[in-house]
Each structure stands twice: as structure tokens, then as C-alpha cells.
């Protein structure tokens, strides 16, 4: 099988490295050779985070070079238009439609952008979905992580896992039955 590569990014405290955590286990249960690697930009403070995630018979290097990942899931949507480059011309963009203002943005020293739906739309093709909203309803925020997990695996055909096996040994009993909830209803919504 080919490498195919996926790029998750979001804000700290989004839950970005806990989805590719999961995402990884997931496929290295199924035989996949996995290389995941992590870019944390001052994440405890609200940065940006990035994880990169490459899977297939045989994967060499952890790294995914611009312009060669068949996937980027943007858990905030700055973050998503940051990360433009990353997709192939061939790739799929999802994008969770929230806002997360900066530090910058938030003492006034810069203005977050405008229309960056409509931006991204014009580049690339691109799936919008608000992970956000569908967590908040479900009656945990949290879970947005999970929600968009599951729009990965259903927009990379990795249906065939057993995914809520890898969510009930890699989650904390007490928060099982929510993100296996999450999982499904994020690979209903794509």
C-alpha cells in the first residue's frame, strides 16, 4: 500500500494530540507501519499544534512534506488556512467552522482574518463541518477531538477498524461511552 498522509491541526488544549494518538494506535492495530511526529508552538498557552500522521506497508520518515498530505483536519479554522500548503493538489481539507482568538488578537495587537471559509473554499476542496456545535449537543465539548477523529477515518476509508475497541482502551472508563458516541457521530457528519 502506498504512504498516505494526514495532517491534524488546531490550537493547544484542542484535543489535536490525543486524536492523532488514537488515530495512530488505531491503524498500527490494523498492520499498518505508522510514524507519527508532533510540533507543539507554545500549545499550553493556545498555540498552534500540529501532528503529522503517515501510514502504509513500509513508512521511512515521520515527516510530510508540503504539498504531499492526502488529508488535513483543521480543529480551528486560522489554523486550517495556516496549513493550506500541506495538501496535495489531489487531498481533502476538512475544517472544524470555530474560532480561536490568538493572544494577539485578544490585547489588540492584530485582528483575526476575515472570511478564511471562503478563502480556503477557492483553494482547495474542502469539507466544513462545526465538530464544535456537535460535541456542545451532545453535552461535552471535549469530545470535538473525537467528532473530527471520526470524519478522518470515514474520509480515509478506515471504516474496517474496530474503533470504539481502540477508544475503550485509550480512554478513561468514566469518558468511554461519549467519544465512542463522538467517534460515530463525527464519521455520520462527513
Do not use: C
Amino acid at each position: 500500500m502506498e504512504t498516505k498522509n494526514i495532517v491534524l491541526v488546531g490550537v493547544g488544549g484542542q484535543g489535536t494530540i490525543l486524536a492523532a494518538k488514537l488515530l495512530t494506535t488505531g491503524l498500527m492495530e490494523a498492520g499498518f507501519d505508522v510514524k507519527m511526529s508532533e510540533i507543539h508552538g507554545m500549545s499550553q498557552r493556545g498555540g498552534s499544534v500540529s501532528s503529522l500522521v503517515r501510514y502504509g506497508d513500509h513508512v521511512q520518515s515521520p515527516v510530510i512534506e508540503i504539498g504531499s498530505a492526502d488529508i488535513v483536519v483543521a480543529f480551528e479554522k486560522m489554523e486550517g488556512l495556516r496549513s493550506l500548503e500541506y495538501l496535495k493538489p489531489s487531498g481533502k481539507m476538512i475544517v472544524n467552522d470555530t474560532e480561536i482568538f490568538p493572544l494577539s488578537v485578544i490585547i489588540g495587537a492584530a485582528t483575526y482574518p476575515q472570511n478564511i471559509l471562503e478563502e480556503i473554499k477557492s483553494k482547495v476542496n474542502v469539507r466544513v463541518m462545526n465538530a464544535t456545535k456537535i460535541a456542545e449537543e451532545m453535552g461535552n465539548s471535549k469530545v470535538m477531538n473525537v467528532i473530527l477523529l471520526g470524519s478522518i477515518i470515514k474520509s480515509m476509508g478506515l471504516t474496517d477498524i474496530d474503533w470504539d475497541k481502540i477508544i475503550a482502551e485509550n480512554i478513561k472508563p468514566q469518558f468511554k461511552e461519549i467519544n465512542i458516541k463522538a467517534l460515530h457521530a463525527g464519521m455520520k457528519a462527513v
